[in-house]
């Protein structure tokens, strides 16, 4: 049985042993289950933020300038405990702007289990960000009474980079009582992931059971657009799977969706259960409370786990390490040695082995591997010819910037961002088999330049974030797709020949087409 009452969300800390749980849905105040007897740690290691930045081998070199969003669903926060956490750790003052998004409000006080949750997340995500840059962040804290939708909305019009989530619930208990929601979930956040916004959700503190009988993921963080983020028990000398070992009680959340299906981007993950689909999580790092690290709660300093603080530690990381990264997920699963394999341990059902599994995901972060990702790199020039097909790299085509599959008359781009990605395609005369170049999951500040020669072509843009898009298209019968795209400037000529231009949701500032219709 769970150790709480499950009505729609539970939000995912841990408090010396104890958990902080809340509904979404329909109400949202939490509830916490604290033993009677309070017992020592299990291990020794108490971590400050920043010694476990260190670690993870944070880099402390990053200047990212991205907005931390952080959602709540009830608590908190005191200044008081945010200044003197900024004492107790050497950092400058933490500030924090709230944002209601139904007229719910910051309201310490009522429910001290619930302020611990939200003291948790800014001052985890503060002191992350710090760490990595220096400087301290820009924190916006959504206060909702249970609508994850509307506050993607509402992070994305204010501008955030991240958004830290710590609640969630059961998929059985979402499509019981909100059947379809979930999907509306998932639907809002790759809109969101298409303007910029890297959302991570923590995978949940019931194991691979996720408090109920059987099987279960956690919602949000089973979403795709979502880095879904579990949890490990980590010492100064080793790490593993935070989980007892029983699918019943504490440890990381994770498994297999019941809803989504298996997801193309997590290559190398075991193949999912009958009738299942994405594995849970992407991404783990130190959740056990008794190797946890110590916030300010109500003026009192506590050891807390729980995989609400992985959500908003690796928030704090990915502000600093670039702006609207956007949907990098698919970028973490094709960097894969960017993190260390968690080898030991079970959440239940699930155990730790060579390569991603259902409870740690890629395992626990190198923060200075992570970042180079998001490094700017060369332009990348592609030339492919149709006739022959011949795909030709010129400029840095190493792993981190570009990858590219081809099948048949097909070819499939995959940047990564942020990448200055320069193309062009050579389909010989028209009739010819027809170059389609589609690119996707790019974010960032990127540079698209396009050059397609005669012949019936098309291009696809998904869920970029483009500073400058430039398209000639030349003559034939071509067509442009751009889906989910923010671009600043464009400037797309289809040439000659009967030519078609597609925009779905996507928003452009500053316009200039050429024959098209």
Not at 449 to 462: H, M, P, Q, V
């Amino acid at each position: 049985m769970k150790r709480i009452m499950l009505i729609a969300a539970v939000a995912s800390l841990v408090l010396n042993g104890s958990l902080v749980a809340g509904e979404a849905r329909p109400k949202t105040h939490p509830y916490v289950v604290i033993p009677k007897h309070r017992l020592a740690p299990q291990a020794s290691t108490s971590w400050t933020v920043a010694n476990l930045c260190k670690a993870y081998n944070f880099p402390t070199n990053l200047t990212g300038n991205g907005v931390i969003g952080i959602l709540e669903f009830g608590g908190g926060w005191r200044q008081s405990d945010l200044d003197q956490f900024s004492s107790l750790n050497g950092l400058p003052k933490i500030t924090v702007t709230n944002v209601s998004i139904d007229g719910t409000q910051n309201n310490p006080g009522v429910d001290p289990n619930a302020d611990a949750e939200v003291a948790l997340d800014i001052q985890a995500a503060a002191a992350s960000y710090y760490y990595c840059t220096g400087k301290m962040p820009t924190i916006k804290v959504f206060f909702s009474g249970g609508d994850f939708v509307n506050t993607f909305k509402a992070a994305v019009s204010a501008n955030c980079s991240v958004l830290s989530i710590s609640w969630g619930a059961n998929e059985s208990a979402w499509q019981t009582q909100a059947p379809g929601y979930a999907q509306s979930v998932e639907s809002a956040a790759q809109s969101a992931a298409a303007s910029g916004l890297v959302i991570l959700a923590a995978s949940g503190d019931n194991s691979s059971s996720d408090g109920t009988s059987g099987t279960n993921v956690d919602l949000p963080s089973a979403c795709p657009h979502i880095i879904a983020c579990g949890g490990t028990s980590k010492t100064t000398t080793s790490e593993v799977v935070w989980g007892d070992g029983v699918a019943t009680d504490w440890g990381t959340g994770g498994g297999f969706s019941r809803v989504f299906p298996v997801q193309s981007f997590q290559v190398g993950a075991p193949q999912a259960p009958a009738g299942l689909g994405r594995m849970v999580p992407d991404i783990a790092a130190v959740a056990d409370p008794y190797t946890g690290v110590n916030v300010v709660v109500g003026g009192q300093v506590m050891q807390i786990g729980g995989t609400s603080l992985v959500a908003p530690f690796y928030s704090g990381f990915f502000a600093a390490a670039g702006s609207k990264l956007g949907f990098v997920t698919p970028l973490l699963w094709q960097n894969k040695t960017a993190f260390t394999d968690i080898l030991k341990g079970s959440n239940g059902a699930y155990s730790a082995a060579t390569g991603p599994d259902p409870c740690t995901g890629l395992g626990a972060p190198n923060g200075t591997a992570i970042a180079k990702l998001f490094a700017p790199s060369n332009i990348v020039k592609v030339n492919y010819n149709t006739s022959t097909k011949t795909l030709t790299l010129t400029g840095d085509a190493n792993a981190n910037s570009i990858s590219v599959s081809l099948s048949g008359s097909t070819m499939t781009l995959q940047a990564k961002s942020p990448t200055l990605l320069t193309f062009s395609t050579n389909s010989g005369t028209a009739g010819a088999p027809v170059a389609s170049a589609t690119i996707s999951s790019v974010s960032g500040n990127v540079v698209v330049t396009g050059n397609l020669a005669d012949g019936n072509d098309s291009i696809s843009l998904t869920g970029l974030a483009i500073s400058t898009l430039t398209l000639a298209l030349g003559t034939g019968n071509d067509s442009a797709s751009l889906s989910y795209c923010t671009i600043g400037t464009s400037a797309i000529d289809g040439g000659t020949g009967t030519d078609t231009l597609t925009t779905a949701s996507t928003k452009i500032t500053t316009n200039k087409n050429t024959n098209f219709p």
